[in-house]
């Protein structure tokens, strides 16, 4: 309780959150400029750049036509000729517009230059499902995880939101941060005080000892709603938040796995070659064969329709059930 | 560069692809033959600060830009003596100290790249360009339009060089684009933007500097499109489609003849010279073997450096 009462919070919504991490950034570093459609006056889509026009300029704060592939391309080879482009892509589904640069250069740069260029560019992108239908909706987070020199992190609370941006700005990149339509109007508690937090560190965001639970971003706060009935149950359920997905702290999980004998992966986006399967594997080398389970969307195109929508995505109920399943088997 | 000086790079390049395709260590290769005059023009209209990037085909581009045919012979052929260790080779070499921001083997995919290059020599305030040579084939892809739309909108200091040597792969130009003259892409932006002949070497060197001179004061980018030659098929692993008549048009386009007769027209080649030009490029490109021979290949654990 000490040190809670000595490091002082400021409560965030967690769109205020990014744009703190962005504004702190750009005071500390000059090479770090913003690129993206309605980045600037409007103050992004989710209000996640509200006042960075005005206290950085124009020159800084870049509004774009409508051209992932030119938007990521000018970042990727800004980033390479030194400056630290922050490239927003509205929606992740967008994304694949822009994966050449992101993919077939940034990712590489480093390696086949033989160390002569880096790219120091993050690339934030949103994830997940609101209404806004089939090529708005999409994760596809566990691609992007697939290509060796991209970093992927995907925070849940503002706290990391803010914290892990701030990381992926001053990391040798390229790193793609994803956030989540559900999470802008989410509120929580930031350290006042200038922080970091570490790509690659996981963070156990609910001990428990009969079941471990990973998911990241959006779906932590499913995770943390299905472990509170679980709960009542008597189900105790250790939630992993895993906020970085590549490099992944498989050491964090295997932890929390070999203790507790269980496992269920939770993910928004889809089970196949997906997260889920990816720290499965993982862990069965690591730990050695314990229940597992895994839950999803549903393999289908992700609706518009409300009805639709929910039955795709993953829920609480979705959770709590496999958790029973694999609990009780 | 005098003329002479010219003369002998293009000679050095042609030299250089005769004596790497002679060979079968290198996997396989993209010439420049052909179409030296655009890269050798170009790189005699740049400053050392200046930064060029181009596509798969970059042999060419490379030497006009003056690195070391050693080293480049070296990164060709995968030997760690190369820029880049061997690990880029003829796709990806780079070499950004010396001006040469490097090669990149997506058909279109350094056109972005280069204009963030110039983002960030504008935002610098520097009086150095961003440099970017591609195909026709290129010319297709939606990367250019984004690239000219943005570039034009923020007066990026880029110019946008098309290498149109007719042919992509195996595909005519006029089978793959509908605009009448490449050049004419970059007109709907207000882009500055000329057609030259790109054997004429000295066309191409005065052409881009005067494209040079605006992007410099601050006018936005150019569009130099330079129609050449491709002497081979695209890749020495490529069969060749063209006909032998048509090669014969081809060939009769050489830049380095073109240029060789206008000197000797104007009495400045004397007789003989030419050899010794040839015998001093034949034994540049022999040193350069030599050195990339001795130097070895990469360790296999290269294969994890530099990747994360």
Partial sequence: MLTESVSATVKLF???????????????????????QDAGR?????????????????????????????????????????????????????????LDPLVNYAAKARFKTGGQITTPIVVKTTAGARGQGVAHSQCIEAWMMAVPGLKVVAPSTPADACGLLKSALTDSG???????????????????????????????????????????????????TAAEHLAEEGVSCEIIDLRSLAPMDVETIAQSAGRTGALLTLEEGQLTCGIGAEIAFRIRELVGPIRMARVGALRAPVSSNPVLEAACVPSADRVIGAIRRLLNN | MDRLALLRRMMLIRSFESALAKRRDHGFQLLSSGAEGVAVGLCDALRNED???????????????????????????????????????????????????????????NLAIAAGVALALQQRRSTAISVCVFGDGACGSGALHETLNIAALWKLPLLLVC???????????????????????????????????????????????????????????????????????????????????????????????????????????????????????DRQVLHAIAFAEASPFPNSAEALSHVD
């Fill in chain 1, 174 to 224: 390229p790193v793609l941060f994803v956030d989540h339509k559900r999470l802008f109007s989410t509120a929580g508690e930031v350290p006042l005080a200038e922080s970091f937090v570490p790509i690659g560190e996981a963070l156990v965001r609910r001990t428990g000892t009969h079941v471990t639970i990973t998911a990241h971003s959006y779906m932590t706060r499913i995770a943390l």
């Fill in chain 1, 14 to 36: 967690f769109r205020e959150a990014i744009a703190r991490a962005v504004s702190e950034s750009m005071r500390r570093d000059d090479r770090i400029i913003l690129l993206g």
């Fill in chain 2, 51 to 109: 930064q060029l990037l181009c596509s798969g085909r970059s042999i060419a581009p490379s030497l006009a830009r003056g690195l070391d045919p050693g080293a480049v012979m070296a990164e060709l052929l995968g030997r760690i003596a190369g820029p880049n260790r061997g690990k880029a080779g003829r796709g990806h070499m780079a070499q950004p100290a010396a001006g040469f921001f490097g090669a990149h083997a997506v058909v279109g995919g």
């Fill in chain 2, 163 to 281: 290498d149109n040597n007719q042919i992509a792969i195996a595909t005519p130009r006029e089978q793959a684009l509908a605009a009448a003259r490449l050049s004419d892409l970059a007109a709907p932006f207000g882009i500055a933007a000329v057609t030259v002949d790109g054997t004429d070497v000295i066309s191409v060197r005065d052409s881009a500097t005067g494209l040079i001179a605006n992007i410099r004061a601050g006018q936005g980018p150019g569009f130099l499109e330079c129609i050449s030659e491709r002497f081979f098929s695209h890749s020495t692993a490529t069969r060749e489609t063209r006909s032998a008549a048509e090669m014969e048009v081809v060939w009769s386009r050489c830049p380095i003849l073109r240029l060789t007769g206008q000197l000797r027209a104007e009495g400045v080649l004397a007789s003989g010279a030419m050899e010794e030009l040839q015998h001093d490029t």
């Fill in chain 1, 42 to 98: 409007f103050g992004g889509a989710y209000k996640e750049f509200s006042g960075l026009y005005g206290e950085f300029g124009p020159d800084r704060v870049r509004d774009t036509p409508v051209a992932e592939a030119a938007m990521v391309g000018l970042g990727v080879g800004a980033a390479a000729a030194g400056l630290r482009p922050l490239v927003s892509i509205t929606y992740m589904d967008f994304l694949m517009l822009g």
